[in-house]
Structures are given as C-alpha cells and as structure tokens.
C-alpha cells in the first residue's frame, strides 16, 4: 500500500466523528477560524484520498475513505454551523435518567437530567444534544426560576446575541447559547457546557483561602477585561459583575464572565435599567441612568481586590500587595464614576505592561484546583 494512503488508513481506524479526524481545540473559536481549520486538515487528506497516482490495488480503499472523509467533513461544518463542534461527553451515550426527559427545538433534541445550581433567578439543569440522530455531547440547560424571572434570561440571550454577533477571539470569554425554549411559561437557554470554578469556589479552597496569588490574579483579570471590552464595543452593560459571575478553567486559563441576566443594553438610548443589583459589588450608580462601562469596571475592581484577600467595603489590600498593583486596583473602585477608567481595552493594555514590570515576561504557571465543577 502507498505509504501516505496507509498513514491515511491508521488516522481514520482512530476516528468516532469528526472531532477526531479534524481536531479539538479547548476554547470556542469563532465559527470562520475553526471552519478554516477543519478545511484545512480537510484538503490535506482529499490530497491523499483522491490522488491519481495510487495503484489499482489501493483504489477502492481510497475511495472508501475518500466517501467516509466528505460525510465527516459535512457533520464537522453542520456542527460548527450549530456551535456544537467537540462538546464535552461528546463519546459518551445519553444516560439512562436523562432519557426520561426531552424537547426538539428543529432539528436539535435536548435530554434533560439533574439539576446541579440553583440560583435566585434561574435553576441549571445537566443536558445532552442529539443532532439528527448523533449524540453531539453535554449542554446546561438554563431555566427561569418562575415566568417572573424570564426578562433575567431575556436580557442575557440579547446580550450575548449582540457581544456574538461577530466572532473575535474573546468572545470564548462569555458563554455560548445555542438555543432559546420555553417550559411552563418560563424561559430557557441551552448552553455549552463550562468546566471550571466560579472566583467564589476558587476562594473557598483551602490553598486560596487567604487570596489567590496575584501573579495568577492578573491573568483572570485579563479575561475578564477583554470580555468586558468586547462586550462594551457593542453598548453591553453586564452591571452584576461579582466572584460567583467569572468563571475560570485552571487547566487551559481560560476565564468568562456569566451571568448577563441583569445587563443593560445601550442605557443611555433605549432608557433600560439593572435588574437586581448585587450589594457592594455593583456600582453606586448601577440602578440608576448613569449606568455605563465605568460600572462594570467598578464591579471588576471590586471583585479582584476581593480575591486577593481585600475587603471589597474599604477597598483594603493585604500589605504584602505590591503597591502599583494595589494601585491598579484602586483606580478602579473610586465611588466618583467620573474618576474612574472606563475604557476595559486600554486598562488591559495597561495591566499588560504591568505584569512585565512587576514579574518580568509571561510565563505559564500552574494554578492548583481540584476537579472542576460545571459551571453556566
């Protein structure tokens, strides 16, 4: 057999679907770049599997694999199409107790299992995809808690519709909604599923309990400030920005805000307000028509200065904070909104230039947690 062909035949003898002929990436990509990934690897094995030069021998081989690489190669794009490419439990079966429990939004069907968080607005529930067939993998299934609460998750579908509206790299920095459903009068949203630690639970661990290290520190500032830049270019106020709404994975420092349900859009224009701000993580101004950027950097502030063992009520740091960092933090939770930054771009940019001033250039550093909870 030709050498190329039989590499070829050993990658698809490993191959379920199409996650494992064109790859897995651990952040949601913009849909355009992961497709031209995928097509990338796709026309490196048509080279192969169509080739002219193959013997009569190794024909019908090629061709086998050359009809198994387009069926792949369809599913692949139908998924990212759908935002359902390499969904975690993507080769697991939907378990027995979840069968129980499903509704079809077109032709996507979503198995509903335990519920795992309950909030004061929403409860989460553990689901599965089916698409046309194919259990694509885990999905959380976001409810409101009584028909009363549906704006909460209204307010966060328009929200994260409008930041995803163009895919740029930072938008793995908030979640990912695949679909809006309706139960009992109560709105839904599916979800991608999140695995990580809310900063709350990242607090409640023993090793972090006095503060998270400010070198591990910067760098969940710094996904959250690119998710609160990207979010602002579009007039999105999150507004309830706290330890339990930023999630972050320790394993590939991935972090995201959550919890969109109380934003505003635009105040200023179309006239709306925060829904239930949050005690002193909101800003003062939050609940009122000067709500702005400059709110949610106040939250932001607010929330880090917490992590690194502050007290978020006096804005005091432990001592052993080097001072610029403290400094950083401090211009951002000053009670004037006009004394505050409000441009999350340029305030990354500046904690960038921080971070080599204080530790010299990056450098990986491994953030101890135990196994991750699943988040929404």
Not at 213 to 228: G, I, N, Q, Y
Request: net charge negative; aromatic share 8%; glycine share 8%.
């Amino acid at each position: 057999m030709d050498p190329e062909l039989e590499r070829v035949v050993d990658v698809f003898r490993d191959t379920r679907d199409p996650e494992d002929l064109f790859g897995t990436e651990p952040l949601v990509l913009p849909r355009k770049v992961l497709s031209e990934q995928v097509n990338k690897r796709y026309y490196a094995l048509k080279l192969v599997t169509s080739a002219s030069y193959l013997s009569p021998d190794d024909t019908d081989v090629a061709r086998d694999l050359d009809r198994r690489l387009e069926t792949l190669h369809r599913q692949a794009q139908t998924r990212i199409e759908v935002g359902a490419y390499n969904l975690q439990g993507r080769h697991q079966l939907v378990p027995l107790n979840y069968r129980g429990k499903s509704f079809e939004v077109g032709n996507r069907r979503y198995y509903i299992g335990p519920r795992f968080r309950q909030g004061e607005e929403t409860t989460l529930y553990n689901g599965y995809l089916e698409l046309e067939g194919a259990v694509l993998g885990e999905v959380i299934l976001k409810v409101a808690l009584t028909p009363e609460n549906s704006p909460f998750l209204e307010r966060e579908a328009n929200a994260l519709g409008l930041i995803r509206r163009e895919e740029y790299r930072e938008t793995a920095y908030v979640p990912f909604p695949l679909n809006r459903f309706e139960s009992g009068g109560r709105m839904g949203l599916v979800m991608r599923r999140v695995d990580g630690f809310n900063l709350h639970e990242v607090r409640q661990e023993p090793l972090h309990r006095a503060g998270v290290d400010p070198k591990h520190m910067v760098w969940m500032l710094s996904r959250a400030l690119a998710a609160l830049g990207l979010a602002h270019q579009y007039g999105v106020i999150h507004g309830r920005i706290c330890p339990q709404h930023i999630v972050i994975d320790p394993a590939t420092h991935l972090g995201m805000i959550v919890g969109w349900g109380g934003s505003v859009i635009s105040p200023a224009r179309s006239g709306q307000r925060l829904l239930a701000p949050i005690p002193t993580f909101s800003a003062p101004e939050a609940a009122g028509a000067t709500i702005g950027p400059w709110s949610d950097v106040y939250s932001l502030g607010k929330t880090f200065l917490w992590l690194l063992g502050g007290d978020p009520n006096t804005n005091a740091l432990p001592e052993q904070i080097e001072p610029r960092l403290a400094a950083f933090l401090n211009s951002m939770v000053k009670e004037d909104p006009y004394q505050r930054p409000d441009d999350c771009w340029q305030l990354l940019d500046s904690l960038d230039h921080l971070k080599v001033e204080l530790w010299g250039e990056k450098k990986w550093r491994v953030f101890e947690m135990p196994t991750p909870s699943i988040l929404g």
